[in-house]
Nanobody, 121 residues
């Protein structure tokens, strides 16, 4: 079975930077789009950034120019480089990927467990 494992969250001061990583593991699978979503307390989960298998990206307006999504297809890993962090970026960040599992013959959305990002002085 395929799993997504995130890392890199933590506490950072306003204006600081963090890099999130999300690696897919399992046997015999392929990945299409990958992305990062976030959910702040009392708010709905929102898309932060997505990247296609070919490298096309899109971002929510509030992070454009501050966050960069990238992926390493050889490592089945997606990254989110976050800079100029603001208090309103505080949320649980979830990795998402469209995966086809050749063992289970199942394709769909997979989610990581989430990693907390807190921006505070």
């Amino acid at each position: 079975q395929v799993h997504l494992v995130e890392s890199g969250g933590g506490l950072v001061q306003p204006g600081g930077s963090l890099r999130l990583s999300c690696a897919a593991s399992g046997s015999r699978f392929s990945i299409r789009d990958m992305g990062w979503y976030r959910q702040a307390p009392g708010k709905q989960r929102e898309l932060v950034a997505r990247i296609s298998s070919g490298g096309s990206t899109n971002y929510v307006d509030s992070v454009k120019g501050r966050f960069t999504i990238s992926r390493d297809n050889a490592k089945d890993t997606v990254y989110l480089q976050m800079a100029s962090l603001k208090a309103e970026d505080t949320a649980v960040y979830h990795c998402n990927a469209e995966i086809f599992d050749y063992v289970l013959k199942y394709g769909g959305d997979y989610w990581g467990q989430g990693t907390q990002v807190t921006v505070s002085s």
